[in-house]
Antibody, heavy 117, light 111 residues
Framework: EVQLVESGGGLVQPGGSLRLSCAAS????????MSWVRQALGKGLEWVSV???????NYAGSVKGRFTISRDNSKNTLYLQMNSLRAEDTAVYYC???????????WGQGTLVTVSS | QSVLTQPPSMSGAPGQRVTISCTGS?????????VHWYQQLPGTAPKLLIS???NRPSGVPDRFSGSKSGTSASLAITGLQAEDEADYYC???????????FGTGTKVTVL
């Protein structure tokens, strides 16, 4: 079964750091595009970052320079290192697989990140 | 600030047809990038509903259909059912932003 399971969310103070993980099963992370998407409570979806099959990456302007996406091929796991966290980064973070001509599918169940003092 | 605009809400009686619009620009939908649609039920992760403008993934009822023209796309739900009450999002790629973009989202209510 193709599945994604996120972990690593929690409460962090402004300026702090957190690393999210997304464990994949049923497919190979390194052979696909993998993205992080976030959703603040009661708000819409916001794309955060992507890592392509060749290892290249890209980021939304709101997180560029603060967040880093990576993957561990041996663990078939995607990561999001989040530094210099701000209150506005508070959201549920989802990981998702996608490819050219195909949408984000599947999605993980999401992990909640709360940035607050 | 989303670059894809959707109506905030739409409603219909059971059995009716609802069409949700997604308006973009020349740097995303108008540039030829594919549009995908997602359904998000309350408290759950989004689910891919339409891929590549008009393709239904396995298991998605044929009551859902997608189309694209110019700088816009649409999602149609025919034979509206109570279980279709959810939030719907369109999504594409934007060359100006060099990233993926989601629509503002539409809440569908079944009367």
């Amino acid at each position: 079964e193709v599945q994604l399971v996120e972990s690593g969310g929690g409460l962090v103070q402004p300026g702090g750091s957190l690393r999210l993980s997304c464990a994949a099963s049923g497919f190979t992370v390194s052979s696909n595009y993998m993205s992080w998407v976030r959703q603040a409570l009661g708000k819409g979806l916001e794309w955060v970052s992507v890592i392509y099959g060749d290892g290249s990456t890209n980021y939304a302007g709101s997180v560029k320079g603060r967040f880093t996406i990576s993957r561990d091929n041996s663990k078939n796991t995607l990561y999001l290192q989040m530094n210099s966290l701000r209150a506005e980064d508070t959201a549920v973070y989802y990981c998702a697989r996608h490819n050219i001509g195909w949408g984000f599918d599947p999605w993980g169940q999401g992990t909640l990140v709360t940035v607050s003092s | 600030q989303s670059v894809l605009t959707q109506p905030p809400s739409m409603s219909g009686a059971p059995g009716q047809r609802v069409t949700i619009s997604c308006t973009g620009s020349s740097s995303n939908i108008g540039a030829g990038y594919d549009v995908h649609w997602y359904q998000q039920l309350p408290g759950t992760a989004p689910k891919l509903l339409i891929s590549g403008n008009d393709n239904r993934p396995s298991g998605v009822p044929d009551r859902f259909s997608g189309s694209k023209s110019g700088t816009s796309a649409s999602l149609a739900i025919t034979g509206l059912q109570a279980e279709d009450e959810a939030d719907y999002y369109c999504q594409s790629y934007d060359s100006s932003l060099s990233g993926y973009v989601f629509g503002t989202g539409t809440k569908v209510t079944v009367l």
